[in-house]
């Protein structure tokens, strides 16, 4: 248990449906992340929030909407999504002044 | 944008053996830290280096981390089954870059009984 919970843990979904993953911190910690894990890819940045404001977009395709409502809390709501976006989506949780990431368990998705 | 190189990618040995894993980078980092991931899990921090040629040891795990801050090497002594997983490095670039880790490609270490 790192503090960082993700729901759901596991995800399918075709490419003309609409989902949200959902990441809660318990930690206290004022800066959140969404990353994406890929099989053979490292592990890569999409988004940055520090005290509830976008501070960081890696270049991530519209089909990818973060919503940060308060420190603890993050989504990532998914639209029209294409076969090549399964992947392992995880949330970290970080004070914006310590370098140290602490990551949720992941939200495995499958888009077909 | 930054590239951090880690190896070996796969690492398969007995269990009692010893082992290092290395990460590298052509810029300098202002922190470095390394992860263990299971499967189906999320990656675990297991320590942060920050200051040029700093030792940190974690029971059977020795990080060290370069004197020129650009390169660090993850020792383990007499592995064991129960350190099977993939180990993840990870750098911050610059003050004001916190948590915007770049991570290396990993290694997945198989320890086999």
């Known amino acids: 248990e790192t503090g960082v919970t993700q729901t759901p843990r596991h995800l399918v979904m075709g490419m003309t449906n609409k989902k949200s993953l959902k990441c809660e911190q318990h930690?206290?910690?004022?800066?959140m992340y969404w990353y994406k894990q890929s099989a053979k890819k490292p592990l890569e940045l999409m988004f940055v929030y520090n005290f509830k404001e976008q501070t960081e977009n890696n270049s991530v395709p519209s089909r990818f909407s973060p919503e940060c409502p308060n420190s603890s809390h993050l989504f990532l709501h998914l639209h029209t999504l294409q076969p090549e976006d399964s992947a392992l989506y995880l949330c970290a949780s970080s004070q914006v002044s310590a370098p140290q990431a602490f990551f949720g368990q992941g939200t495995r998705l499958t888009v077909v | 944008t930054q590239l951090l190189e880690q190896s070996p990618q796969f690492l398969s040995i007995q269990e009692g053996e010893n082992l290092t894993v290395y990460c590298n980078s052509s810029s300098v980092f202002s922190s470095l830290q390394w992860y263990r991931q299971e499967p189906g899990e999320g990656p675990v921090l297991l320590v942060t280096?920050?200051?040029?040629?700093e030792v940190k040891k974690l029971k059977r795990l020795t990080f060290q981390f370069g004197d020129a801050r650009k390169d660090s090497s993850l020792h383990i002594t007499a592995a064991q089954p129960g350190d099977t997983g993939l180990y993840l490095c990870?750098?911050?670039?610059?003050?004001?870059?916190?948590?915007?880790?770049?991570f290396g490609q990993g290694t997945i270490l198989t320890v086999h009984p």
């Open positions: 280096v920050v200051t040029g040629g």
């Open positions: 930690l206290g910690h004022n800066a």
């Open positions: 990870a750098g911050e670039y610059g003050g004001t870059s916190y948590g915007k880790l770049t």
